[in-house]
């Protein structure tokens, strides 16, 4: 089976299990509280469904436009728009019958079923396979550090001990702790075993945003080439996958950083490199093109060190299962505001990013991982104050318990068609990016 067929798959059933159980939020609350519910469905189903069967009072079924799912609530306006239902008098089984708490928390169930599925998810993962981290201790070398943090004080073989005055037990989480983090300062101990605690600017965050400084921390590679590409110069060169690099123009290269950091140096020029392969010592001379590439990569296989597995009980797959979900949440909600910036926008994705997110081959630790996140994101989507979002009816709802007066049958409904204009614009844009880096960005 393809990669393409096999994400696809992934994504499918992934954001199947998460609309189900969405809508699942809405529907129970809504029979808790006696509102007729007319429709169940998973996807849209415009002009016709793929399946759909009636039980009860409610009409349960699967439609052909796999962008969402929806219950159909009797006596409220949605994106059914059903202006025959609201004209008649209010009825006992109509949503619109009911006091604003009970209608807020039957908006307000999805998104709560989202969160907790995406808790769940981790805590199981956690209790089941436990969790890899990276200490100090098995990152002997240190880190690469990027050029851009190089001037703030930082060094290549750097450890990084404390951020903030605290200990720091997982070197792989420096990058995100700054982007998303309140983090002012960094202690760390240099190769020469010295340390130092170096202060950080406020707008970190938006400095590595601005300046795609997406890794200033990386850890150690070694110099050995995992990918080559083909109409590059390095394949025309005689490169291949498995060579491992000596020397670069006559000096000696021992991470893989060092490699690149000569290469971009050196992007205009034709530069000797010596490397080992099969049992031989060899060299061949390669240039840059003209974007300064030559095509061959290395995508962290020969990671320099090791990593530390930590198993947990089942108490402490509960609290560190919250406690990640919470962070992940925490982190999505900060680097949204980077959405509203001329760069962001050019990073919006739709159904090929999401899709993106899971593995080329089936894994399930990966497929529930990303399941667990979509779920998270999901929550937080649909709680943003947008008409014909969740978080638009709870907008609506909060007004009308503040000043207890209810918005217009009129207003709602054209409220309700500029939301769905406004989602149905970003739904287009997110997968034009997609189409367009699909075309452009090779």
């Known amino acids: 089976m393809s990669p393409f067929a096999v994400k696809a798959i992934q994504l499918l059933l992934s954001l199947s299990i998460l609309i189900v159980l969405h809508e699942l939020g809405h529907f129970i609350p809504a029979k808790i509280f006696k509102v007729r519910v007319e429709k169940f469905f998973l996807f849209f189903d415009v002009k016709f469904a793929l399946w759909r069967k009636k039980i009860g009072e409610t009409v349960y079924g699967i439609g052909w436009l796999p962008l969402g799912g929806y219950v159909k609530l009797s006596g409220m306006i949605d994106e059914s728009m059903d202006k025959e239902q609201m004209a008649g008098p209010p009825q006992p089984w109509e949503f619109r019958s009911k006091p604003a708490w009970q209608r807020l928390i039957i908006m307000l169930g999805g998104v709560t079923v989202n969160i907790i599925v995406g808790f769940v998810i981790y805590i199981a993962i956690i209790g089941s396979y436990g969790r890899d981290i990276v200490t100090p201790e098995d990152m002997p070398r240190g880190f690469s550090v990027d050029q851009e943090f190089q001037e703030m004080g930082f060094r290549d073989g750097d450890l990084i001990l404390q951020v903030n005055g605290k200990d720091f037990p997982n070197m792989t989480d420096i990058n995100k702790y700054l982007f998303l983090r309140d983090v002012q300062t960094i202690t760390v101990r240099h190769a020469d075993q010295s340390q130092e605690t170096i202060s950080i600017?406020?707008?970190?965050?938006?400095?590595?945003?601005?300046?795609?400084?997406?890794?200033?921390?990386?850890?150690?590679?070694?110099?050995?080439?995992?990918?080559?590409?083909?109409?590059?110069?390095?394949?025309?060169?005689?490169?291949?996958?498995?060579?491992s690099i000596i020397s670069f123009n006559g000096?000696?290269?021992?991470?893989?950083?060092?490699?690149?950091?000569?290469?971009?140096?050196?992007?205009?020029?034709?530069?000797?490199?010596?490397?080992?392969?099969?049992?031989?010592?060899d060299s061949l001379t390669v240039k840059p093109n003209e974007d300064g590439l030559i095509g061959a990569n290395n995508y962290g296989k020969e990671l320099v060190g090791k990593v530390t597995h930590v198993n947990y009980t089942f108490g402490e797959s509960i609290t560190e299962g919250v406690s990640y979900g919470y962070n992940i949440l925490k982190d999505y909600v900060k680097q949204f505001k980077y959405?509203?910036?001329?760069?962001?926008?050019?990073q919006v994705g739709g159904f090929g990013a999401i899709g993106n997110l899971f593995p080329a081959t089936w894994n399930w630790l990966n497929f529930w991982q990303t399941t667990a996140l979509i779920s998270i994101?999901?929550?937080f989507m649909n709680v943003l104050p947008i008409p014909a979002l969740d978080g638009g009816h709870?907008?609506?709802?909060?007004?009308?318990?503040?000043?207890?007066?209810?918005?217009?049958?009129?207003?709602?409904?054209?409220?309700?068609?500029?939301?769905?204009?406004?989602?149905?614009?970003?739904?287009?844009?997110?997968?034009g990016n997609d189409i367009y880096r699909a075309i452009f960005d090779k």
């Open 201 to 243: 600017p406020d707008d970190i965050g938006t400095f590595m945003f601005e300046n795609d400084v997406q890794r200033p921390f990386d850890r150690l590679r070694n110099p050995i080439i995992d990918t080559v590409l083909s109409d590059f110069p390095a394949a025309s060169a005689g490169m291949k996958k498995g060579d």
């Open 251 to 281: 000096q000696p290269i021992e991470h893989w950083h060092e490699f690149k950091r000569k290469l971009s140096e050196n992007a205009n020029l034709d530069n000797d490199i010596v490397y080992y392969r099969n049992g031989r010592i």
């Open 339 to 346: 959405v509203f910036t001329k760069k962001g926008a050019t």
């Open 377 to 379: 994101i999901l929550a």
């Open 394 to 431: 709870v907008m609506f709802l909060l007004y009308e318990m503040v000043t207890g007066r209810k918005p217009h049958d009129k207003f709602m409904e054209y409220a309700q068609m500029i939301g769905f204009f406004l989602l149905i614009a970003l739904v287009l844009f997110a997968n």
